[in-house]
Nanobody, 122 residues
Framework: QRQLVESGGGLVQAGGSLRLSCAASGIDFPWLNMAWFRQVPGQERDFVAGILWNGGSETYVDSVQGRFTISKDDAEEMLYLRMNTLKPEDTATYYC???????????????WGQGTQVTVSS
């Protein structure tokens, strides 16, 4: 069964940190480009961070640059998002995505997780 399962979300105060995890199974994880997206109810799903299949390039949306770090562990087939200095505007459901294409368009990604909620209180 091909799936991505996110975990690590929760409630945190502004300025705090969280680490999101995404466990992959049934997909060719080491050969796929990976990304994190986030979505607020009533709004589009927005790109947060991406990493190429070989780990050679990381991309971040400007609003999280310097605060978030994306990483992957091919041996464990895990994707991570370390989030520091969290702000209330980071509150959203965070989704893990995988695909043979890369970039900030969610249509580039074939596989998606179910999402994990991150809530940052002020």
């Amino acid at each position: 069964q091909r799936q991505l399962v996110e975990s690590g979300g929760g409630l945190v105060q502004a300025g705090g940190s969280l680490r999101l995890s995404c466990a992959a199974s049934g997909i060719d994880f080491p050969w796929l480009n990976m990304a994190w997206f986030r979505q607020v109810p009533g709004q589009e799903r927005d790109f947060v961070a991406g990493i190429l299949w070989n780990g050679g390039s990381e991309t971040y949306v400007d609003s999280v640059q310097g605060r978030f770090t994306i990483s992957k562990d091919d041996a464990e087939e895990m994707l991570y998002l370390r989030m520091n200095t969290l702000k209330p505007e980071d509150t959203a459901t965070y989704y893990c995505a995988a695909g043979t294409n890369a970039g900030q368009d969610p249509r580039n990604y074939k596989y998606w997780g179910q999402g994990t909620q991150v809530t940052v209180s002020s």
